[in-house]
C-alpha cells in the first residue's frame, strides 16, 4: 500500500525535493493520519508488535503443529497468516471499484486490465509462471513503498514540502526493506521461486537462484558497505535540511527505525524462523488500517448501509468478513487448478499496481 496522499509514491516528483522549503503549517495542527491512539494501533506500533509475537510463537504449537482442514495440512500460524495475506489483497478492490467516480476515471485499467491478464495466463503458461515470479519481487518493492508512503504522510503532517528529501526516503526504504533479502538468510526463499519455470522447459532459471546463493557473500557485504555509506549520506542531508526550516516528524523517525530494524533482524536473521509471519502480519494490518479509515464511507455507500442504524459496524463487520472469506477460500483451494491460481495472481498483481496511482487520483478529486 502506497498511502501518499498528496502525490503518487511511485511518480516522478516535481521540483527539487532535496532543497524544498517547508510549507507553513498551523500551531496545533495534528501530526497524525488519524490520531494518537488509531495511529499507535494501525501505522507506528505493527512492525513491533509484529517482532514480538513472532517472537513468541516460535517453536511453539501454534507455529509448529500441524492439522489437517479441508483435506490440506496447516500450522494455526501458517493458516491465518495466509488468510490476512490474502485478504489485505483483495482489500484493494474496496479502494479502485467501490469508489464508482475512481472507476469511471479509469475504466480500462479497473476492468479490462485484469480481464485480459487472467486470459492472457489462462493461455500461456509461460506468462502464468512469469507473472508469478513477478509478485514475488513486486511485493518486496511493493512493501518498501508502502512504509515510504506512511513517512511521507508523517512529514507533511510536520508542515514539510512534500518534495522535501522525497527521493532519499524512497531510497531508504528501498534499502530497509529490500536490502535485508538480498543479503540476508532469507534470500534464497526469495530467489528459489524461479525454478516455477521448469514447469514449462526453461530450465535455464535454475541458474538464478545458484547464482545468488554462490554469491550472497558479495552481496551482503556490498549491501552493508554502500547501505552505511547511504545512512550517513542520509543523515547529513535531513540535516541540511533541517538547517534550512525542516522539521523533524517523531512519528516518521520512530516508523522508519522500528520498521527498519524489523526488517533487518527477520529478513536478515531470521533468529524466531518467523520471518514471513512478521513481515506481512504488520504490512497487511497497516493496510487494512489505512483502507479503513480512508473508505469506510464508499464501503457503507457500496453496501447500502449509509444512514442506517449501526451502519459502521456493519460496514466493517462486511469488510472483514468479504476479505476474509476470500483469503480462506485461497488458502484451501487447489493449486494445481490453473484457472484458481491465475484468479489469485490477478488479484496480487493488481493489488501492487493500483496502490501505486490510487492516492494520486484522489489528490485531484480533493
Known sequence: MHP?????????APGSPEGSAPRPTHRGASRYIVSPRYDLVFFLLPPALALFVGAAISGTAFSEGEFEFLGDD????????GVFIHAHLVAVFFRSHGDPQIRRLYPARFLAVPVVLYAVMLASPWVLISVSVLATFWDVYHSGMQTFGFARIYDMKAGNDRDAGRRLDQLLNQLL???????????????????????????????????MEGNQAWFTWSLVALGTAFLGYYVLAYARLQRQGYRVSMQKTWLLASTGACSIYTWGFNSFGEAFFIMNLFHALQYFGIVWWSEKGN?????????????????????????????????VMDTSLTALWALTLVV???????????????????
Open 299 to 331: 464501503m457503507a455507500r457500496l453496501f447500502r448501509l449509509q444512514g442506517r442504524r449501526l451502519a459502521q459496524p456493519m460496514t466493517l463487520a462486511l469488510f472483514v468478513g468479504l476479505t476474509a472469506a476470500y483469503g480462506l477460500g485461497v488458502q
Open 4 to 12: 501518499a496522499a498528496p502525490d503518487s509514491p511511485e511518480g516522478p
Open 348 to 366: 496480487s498483481v493488481m493489488h501492487f499496481w493500483y496502490d501505486g496511482f490510487i492516492w494520486s487520483v484522489r489528490r485531484q478529486q480533493v
Open 177 to 211: 526493506y529490500a536490502g535485508p533479502i538480498l543479503g540476508g538468510v532469507t534470500m534464497i526463499d526469495h530467489f528459489e521461486d524461479f525454478e516455477e519455470f521448469e514447469e514449462v522447459g526453461a530450465t535455464m532459471f535454475n541458474a538464478v537462484p545458484a547464482f
Open 74 to 81: 496447516f500450522s494455526w500460524a501458517s493458516l491465518l497468516i
